[in-house]
């Protein structure tokens, strides 16, 4: 056997042979690579003309000065992140320390964390639910979830303020039975927009968190349970840590688009009540000062990612962690 | 106490599903399962294997009937609250936990002391002789390696009763040959009372103190691989246990506590088993490997030889209907004592074949 696949091939041929192996292979590892960058390239495409070149303008602009009448005038400036945290007095032209920037963007820190953690508590139980149904009733509980994104937001935020607002459908129903002889003040207040981006964002929560649970493979829970796992625990252990990938999507899924909520804060929050969507919206529109809303829109973007990059790290040190 | 039974079932009715599909999953099973006994549940795929082991472990409630553990009912009682452990089909170790935390869940849940529990998880590891690997994830671990774990996991706790559900299944047949003479040697030492789920019979026959014989939801015969295997009650039991010819046969009277038969062929035997009313027909079993051939004889013709090894399977046909099947060990060249065509004789020793109930 041996002999016989030895023998009669000189040694001169073999290099040969292989140096063509080689070169085929040479070729292939080419082709595959233009194949995938000629996929890759529609999206890269567009990422690049839609997205990049805006954020580079955005970066830009935030270091010119404001013109008077919108847009910008050539020069450079570093104005627009002055005034994010200083207040330039209109007597003595001093610069001072002053808050009412940072306390937009704390409002909306603290409000899109909230609506978060409560899309988080409402949203675990009832994609748990949908996923503990049979097989052929779930895809009618995700319709049911999908529903009201066949409204437009704008709808169903106005439909929102008849609800909540003094003469609304809640206050009605409190001074009809007489738990209170006034109304109850809750439109535009924080509360109120609070409500409105959990009311939003539920849907984004319980998809992903469908999808992980669904995938579930209950056989761990049994198995918890014979080692003697309680409910309580079995969740905690178990369900939960499994569920991460969907809690962890759902969270970046409510906590990105809330925190720069723009419609929401408008209508329910009544223009007092300001979130960093709106301040944005409001230095391209009647306060006139381009490079500060770029600012503002370049920390917000900042804001949201150091969270993400402290996110990563942590999970993995503790999953080194939990090696070691 | 010593009296009651490890583990009890009795008149255990299970059923999945609603009436035009429904499913009996369990018709009316009643076993006894005593301590430190290596009991296992044999039978085809879907024969309620998996859910008689369920009920006992509370992951399933039966429709009537009841569970004891040690004489104590425990129907009522869910999973965390029985003292009895599972070794899955499917191993189900956590797969976001290291395989010593894996081992040390049922520990934590149950509250035990850090110093004990670290203790614990270092002597299972040395008694699956996995050390050196406490920090791996399942995923990272061979089939062998993981049913391991899964082993040590459930005997950490020191249960009362190891439920184990096809363990060996999942392994290649080299490796499963070593962990039945493992698991056997491991319930010795341990005195733990396993309950041992497979649709191997030689598996069963080899390992097992007592066998329950399962088909469609019943237990067809209880008892030990001897039982079993030479004396099965009925026609499936002698099927699914090894290999058996099924023989119409024609019960001339008793004889010695035997019951004399006749065969087609014209061969006659002595069987074992409740005597019928004379001239009955009848169901014979018999294993092929209980036959003696004989040259030259003329109760039938070599129509097949089939060299096994050890062995030689021949065909022997006794009439245009019957064939029978006989294994006959080779000589010591390792040739075949038999040729295609040749006519030979047969004899049954006394009370090698069975009368089956049908
Ligand atoms: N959750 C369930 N829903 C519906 N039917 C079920 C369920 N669990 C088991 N069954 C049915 O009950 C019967 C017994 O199933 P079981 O899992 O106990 O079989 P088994 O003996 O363990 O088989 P295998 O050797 O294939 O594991 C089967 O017919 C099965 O289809
Ligand atoms: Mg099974």
Redesign the pocket.
């Known amino acids: 056997m041996t002999e016989a696949a030895l023998s009669p091939m000189p040694a001169e041929s073999l290099a040969a042979t292989a140096d063509r192996v080689a070169s085929a292979r040479a070729r292939m590892h080419r082709r595959f690579l233009e194949i995938r960058w000629g996929l890759a390239g529609p999206a890269l495409l567009v990422i690049g003309v839609f997205g990049i070149v805006p954020l580079l303008i955005i970066l830009v602009y935030s270091f010119l000065k404001a013109g008077s009448y919108g847009g910008v005038e050539w020069g450079f400036s570093t104005a627009a992140y002055v005034q994010f945290l200083f207040e330039r007095d209109i007597f003595d032209e001093q610069l001072r320390f002053a808050t009412d920037y940072l306390q937009i963007f704390a409002r909306s820190i603290l409000l899109a964390l909230g609506a978060t953690v409560f899309c988080l508590v409402i949203g675990f139980p009832t994609a748990y639910f949908m996923a503990t149904r049979p097989a052929s009733s779930r895809n009618l509980w995700v319709f049911l979830i999908t529903l009201p994104f066949w409204t437009n937001l704008l709808i169903r935020t106005y439909s929102m303020m008849l609800i909540i607002r003094d003469e609304g459908l809640i206050n009605d129903f409190l001074l009809w039975t007489g738990l209170t002889g006034r109304p109850i003040v809750i439109l535009y207040t924080d509360f109120a927009i609070g409500l409105g981006l959990l009311y939003s964002f539920l849907p984004f929560m319980v998809l992903p968190l469908y999808a992980s649970l669904e995938k579930l493979d209950f056989r761990f829970v049994e198995a918890a349970f014979d080692l003697y796992a309680t409910r309580g625990r079995v969740l905690r252990r178990i369900i939960i840590p499994l569920a991460k990938p969907g809690i962890v999507a759902g969270c970046l899924l409510v906590f990105i688009p809330a925190i720069g909520a723009f419609i929401t804060p408008l209508m329910l929050g009544g223009g007092k009540q300001m979130m960093i969507g709106n301040l944005i919206a409001l230095q391209f529109g009647s306060s006139r000062n381009w490079p500060f809303g770029s600012a503002a829109s370049l920390i917000l973007m900042a804001l949201v990612m150091i969270a993400l990059i402290i996110y990563v790290r942590s999970s993995a040190d503790r999953s080194k962690a939990s090696h070691g | 106490m010593a009296e009651s039974a490890a583990v009890e079932a009795r008149s255990v009715t299970?059923t999945?599903?609603v009436a035009p599909d429904l499913?009996?999953?369990?018709d009316d099973v009643s076993v006894a399962i005593e301590e430190n006994e290596f009991f296992t549940?044999l039978?085809?795929?879907?024969?309620?294997?998996?859910?008689?082991?369920?009920l006992i472990a509370g992951l399933?409630l039966p429709n009537s009937g009841d569970i004891l553990l040690a004489g104590r009912s425990v129907v009522h009682l869910p999973p965390h609250e029985r003292p009895v452990n599972t070794v899955f089909?499917s191993y189900a170790l956590f797969p976001h936990m290291s395989v010593a935390q894996n081992i040390a869940f049922g520990l934590e849940m149950r509250g035990l002391a850090r110093d004990e529990i670290a203790r614990t998880v270092g002597e299972m590891l040395t008694l699956v002789k996995m050390q050196g690997l406490d920090a791996r994830r399942p995923g990272q671990l061979s089939g062998g390696q993981q049913q391991r774990v899964a082993l040590a996991r459930a005997l950490a706790n020191h249960p009362k009763v190891l439920l184990l559900?096809?363990p060996l299944s999942a392994l290649d047949l080299k490796l499963r040959q070593g962990m039945r003479g493992e698991l056997k040697s491991l319930q010795r030492r341990t005195g733990i009372t396993f309950v041992f789920?497979t649709?191997d019979q030689e598996e069963a026959l080899t390992m097992s103190d007592r066998i329950a014989v399962?088909d469609r939801?019943r237990v067809q015969q209880l008892g030990t691989p001897l039982d079993i295997y030479e004396r099965p009650v009925n026609k499936f039991v002698a099927d699914f246990i090894g290999d058996t010819n099924f023989l119409e046969a024609t019960a001339l009277g008793e004889e010695g506590g035997f019951v004399r038969c006749r065969c087609a062929g014209g061969f006659e035997l002595l069987v074992g088993g409740i005597p019928p009313a004379p001239g009955a027909t009848v169901t014979v079993a018999l294993r092929p490997e209980k036959i003696v051939l004989h040259p030259g004889g003329a109760h039938g013709t070599v129509t097949q030889a089939v060299y096994v090894g050890t062995d030689t399977n021949y065909v022997v046909q006794l009439s245009v209907k019957t064939d029978l099947g006989v294994r006959v060990q080779n000589a010591v060249d390792g040739r075949a004592r038999f040729a295609v065509g040749e006519h030979v004789g047969i004899e049954v020793p006394p009370g090698a074949a069975r009368l089956l109930k049908d």
Not at chain 2, 23 to 26: G, H, I, S, T
């Open positions: 299970k999945f599903g499913v009996r999953a369990l549940l039978g085809p795929s879907g024969c309620g294997k998996t859910t008689l082991l369920r399933e089909q559900d096809e789920v649709h399962m939801g």
